[in-house]
């Protein structure tokens, strides 16, 4: 099983058998596993609006709790590419390895199907960035604006992602 952490209730990870989620009824700070994980830790707080957001300020604890169990025992962190955790949590911006042998790769999901543009980094822990698979390409234009879709659907990841992220968790478990 793959922990999927700080998903949400309606998730496509559910979907996926070898995916075990953790949603906010599950919460995702009873994971105490040693395995390599997923990560989408909330990014409201993080966002170039974080001045309007109402969440509560320790909400950003999810993403460090995340980091952490990322750099321990390998696996994805995604957030969006403007987030300011990638400035603030340690990382080389320049793609080169951390002193935790992680990695930064900025992609486009709508590389991985997504409707619109949306910048992304991930952030890869436990494989050499040899190691990573090739990324999904296409230089064919979106046809919807993130504008034009609602919270649930902004925040989705897409199943081609999904796929991707298990058979790197598969790479990191060899």
């Not at 980094?121 to 296409?138: A, E, H, Q, W």
Request: hydrophobic share 35%.
């Amino acid at each position: 099983m793959i922990p999927v952490l700080f998903c949400d209730s309606d998730s496509v990870y559910k979907n996926f058998p070898e995916c075990d989620v953790y949603d906010l009824s599950r919460d995702a700070f009873t994971y105490y596993g040693n395995y390599p994980l997923i990560c989408h830790p909330p990014c409201r707080l993080f966002s170039r609006l974080r001045a309007f957001s109402r969440a509560d300020k320790k909400e950003k604890q999810c993403a460090f709790f995340a980091l952490e169990k990322v750099r321990r025992y390998g696996g994805i962190l995604e957030h969006p590419r403007s987030s300011t955790l990638w400035k603030n949590g340690g990382f080389n911006l320049d793609g080169s390895v951390d002193r935790y042998g992680g990695f930064l790769r900025s992609v486009n999901l709508s590389w991985f199907g997504f409707q619109c543009e949306k910048k992304t980094m991930l952030y890869f822990c436990g494989l050499s960035p040899k190691d990573l698979p090739p990324f999904p390409m296409s230089l064919i234009p979106p046809e919807k604006k993130i504008s034009e879709l609602g919270q649930n659907k902004r925040s989705a990841t897409p199943e081609k992602m999904i796929k991707y992220f298990i058979d790197v968790i598969k790479i990191i478990k060899k």
